[in-house]
């Protein structure tokens, strides 16, 4: 999209050449000028008064020495790890950078995580685990609408990400199918050639299910299975431990049904499966993708053209806020902050010494409960984990016990609302900087408008922060600085950013760069990139704007060390907190169209707010008759963490054990007071989609 200033101020205009959504946009996006404004947004710092207690304005010098001497003194007190930092996948791909550098060059801490690792954490984890690499799609969004088959699990793409949808359509025009997989009719999923709703936290069991009917059935790819992947055998025993019949009685999927999904996926000549939160936000989450690509290694799909695996991300640059260091366990371009040679390189772009950077810390959610005892202090940028955190009234009350919190964001969140010091800063209109889609496409975010007054870039504050701990000359202000350092300590990485300048960008038309894209001798590379032609067919087609670096992965070899996919050897298992007598009906949780994420910012978009006023909880019509309960009624629901009173509303489109809310909303409807923070062993990722609740009438 871009922006113009017309008579009723500033505007959105779509951009219908962008290849991506073809200008089309939601209603989110449409309405988001509305936050630009000062009337809905922070304008001036904020510290809160050892005379009153509360937050009150204050001048940028006051609160960056507020800021500086309160991190110094916990460093100086406790030591570097008692300072925590937070970031966002939000974030752009600079700031992220910057804040992943600050934590570990300026502070010296290894606690650094961020919101992300709620996001997209477990397919991460899976992707690296079977292909070598993480990249949300190893192809072009545009693929999607010329396969032969979907399989999507787990994603409301119709509520979630709108102006997608159309390659769900799109498919279906080509005579494609799509599969949904979700334990509610959502209107992703009356786009449907075929619906299942597997009880939530089944999705494991479900994949193997299908994988043992693609075996009994004889439909394995021998020959590829043979030529470009290791460890079948485990995966294969492992899978046929589950068969079609104990799948139904886990799931809750007919066996007609898994067969009928085995004969479309595998009849189609070209297939996908995409994931999005539904599978990934679970304590077995990193297996549960795993049991899906299996299911796609095993038919021969991934690394061939118009088929494979994709996961489609949560946040505005879900799949750059990770690749640059603001998570635990990682440096900038992916690289394994545990890797001797990553920390080398990284360490001499940086001008520091290797042995000097912290090694890895907790993940956000262990980060978040480690507030107030081990980590004393917090900087923390783009997130609101006061609404957004699994066991949210835990996260709210380590949070208050720290002894120093600072928040840097757009408008006062509930967490703001906490800090000791708050800094208003810059948002997407007002500051130039590169986002990194779920495709891996590399994107130029230009500035289009002025801040207000008294507003500040993330990377300003930064610069200020490092400037008063003595670091100041290793921070520039400017994005473009900024990324050209990104780009030499990514190079040789896994996400090598190398080859891609923001001259690149500009003159690409703002259709973005593929990553990986090494450094090529200038003239080597053409408008269709280094590999030559990247249609499968012919060259680029419509909606791919190709215009550099790699958008198909894998075609080739894998990124493992001996080109090979690996098979993992998975099973399933039950959930950490299963219903019983006195929590009998499970919870799950989501966004609807017309929220983001926590709210913060979506709930003060007038336009928004009256789409989607407040919290309620989905009920099956069986459960409301049993409660004696009718729309519009209030409920509690509560878990083993907490109770949450909102009203109802009944459909059929849901299971009848199963009830649904939304985490967009603070206070008495906050559903993330209810949720289990149960941790993936690998991804470290929160089990926010299952957990045991009773609902009663209020």
């Known amino acids: 999209m871009g922006l113009v200033r017309g008579a009723a101020g500033v505007e959105v205009v779509e951009r219908p050449a962008f290849p991506v959504n073809g200008g089309a946009l939601c209603g989110k996006g449409r309405t988001a000028p509305a936050l630009l404004s000062s009337r809905v947004r922070l304008t001036e710092p904020l510290v809160r008064s050892p005379v009153s207690g509360e937050l009150e304005p204050a001048g940028w010098d006051e609160a960056l020495d507020r800021v500086a001497d309160g991190l110094a003194r916990v460093r100086r007190e406790y030591g570097a790890d008692a300072c925590g930092v937070f970031g966002g996948g939000g974030l752009t791909n600079e700031k992220a950078y910057a804040l992943g550098k600050f934590a570990r060059v300026v502070l010296g801490t290894s606690q650094i995580d961020y919101n992300g690792r709620f996001c997209m954490s477990s397919a991460a984890a899976a992707g690296i685990r079977a292909f070598g690499l993480d990249r949300g799609l190893p192809f072009p969004l545009a693929d999607v609408a010329r396969t032969g088959c979907v399989i999507l699990v787990g994603s409301n793409l119709a509520e979630t990400m709108p102006p997608a949808l159309r390659y769900l359509t799109g498919l279906k025009d080509n005579g494609g199918t799509l599969i949904v997989v979700d334990p509610r009719r959502t209107r992703t999923a009356e786009h449907a050639d075929l619906h299942l709703a597997p009880r939530p936290g089944t999705d494991l069991a479900l994949a193997l299910g299908l994988l043992h009917l693609v075996v009994a059935e004889g439909r394995v790819d021998e020959a590829y299975i043979r030529e ?68 796609c290694l095993a038919t021969g799909r991934p690394g061939r053209p118009l088929s494979g695996y ?12 990770r690749e640059h260091g603001q998570k635990a366990d990682q440096l900038p371009g992916y690289r394994k902050l ?48 006061v609404v957004s955190a699994p066991r949210a009234a835990h996260v ?3 949070i208050r016990s720290l002894d120093f919190l600072v928040v840097a964001d757009v408008v006062l969140s509930e967490t703001a609302r906490l800090a000791d010091v708050v800094l208003p800063v810059t948002q997407w209109a007002e500051e130039t900087g590169t986002v990194t889609n779920l495709e891996g496409r590399v994107l130029l975010r230009r500035r289009a408008v002025d801040p207000p007054a008294g507003v500040r870039s993330d990377l300003d504050v930064l610069h200020g922060l490092a400037s008063r701990l003595g670091h100041g000359e290793r921070f520039p202000v400017v994005a473009e600085e900024v990324f050209e350092e990104l780009r030499r300590a990514s190079a040789g990485g896994v996400a ?102 926590s709210g913060a910012q979506t709930r003060r978009v007038e336009e928004l707010n009256a789409a989607a006023p407040g919290a309620f909880v989905e009920v099956h019509p069986r459960l409301a008759a049993w409660l004696r309960v009718a729309e519009g009624d209030e409920v509690a629901v509560v878990s083993r963490r907490g109770r949450v009173v909102v009203p109802v509303r009944v459909t059929a489109g849901i299971r009848a054990d199963t009830v649904f809310m939304p985490f967009h909303w603070p206070g008495e409807g906050r559903a993330n007071t209810l949720t289990h923070p149960a941790l993936d062993p690998v991804s470290r990722m929160p089990e926010f989609k299952v957990c045991a609740v009773r609902v009663e009438r209020v």
């Open 338 to 385: 545990t890797d001797p040679a990553a920390r080398a390189h990284v360490a001499g772009v940086w001008g520091v010494d290797p042995d000097s950077l912290p090694g890895p810390g907790r993940s956000a959610y262990e980060l978040l409960d480690a507030l107030g005892r081990d980590v004393k202090s917090l900087l923390l940028m783009g997130s609101n984990p």
């Open 228 to 295: 470009r992947t290791t460890g079948w055998e485990e995966a294969r025993a492992a899978a046929m431990a589950h068969w079609p019949e104990y799948v139904e009685r886990v799931t809750g999927v007919p066996v007609p049904q898994l067969r009928e999904v085995v004969r479309r996926f595998c009849d189609a000549e070209n297939a996908m499966v995409l994931t999005a939160r539904g599978p990934e936000q679970q304590a077995k989450g990193t297996d549960t993708v795993g049991a899906w690509i299996n299911l």
């Open 310 to 321: 994709g996961c489609l991300t949560g946040q505005g640059n879900g799949q750059g806020g």
């Open 396 to 398: 709210e009350e380590r």
């Open 496 to 597: 090598d950013y190398s080859g891609i300048t923001y001259g690149r960008l500009r003159e690409g038309g703002g259709e973005g760069v593929f990553w990986p894209c090494p450094e090529e001798p200038e003239g080597l590379e053409g408008p269709e990139g280094p590999e030559g032609p990247e249609g499968p067919e012919e060259g680029g087609r419509e909606g791919e704007g190709v215009r550099g670096g790699t958008p198909r992965l894998f075609l080739e070899r894998f990124a493992t060390e001996d080109g090979r996919a690996r098979f993992v050897a998975v099973a399933h298992r039950d959930c950490a907190e299963e219903t019983d007598a006195e929590y009998p009906v499970v919870l799950t949780t989501g966004r609807v169209l017309s929220q983001y994420q």
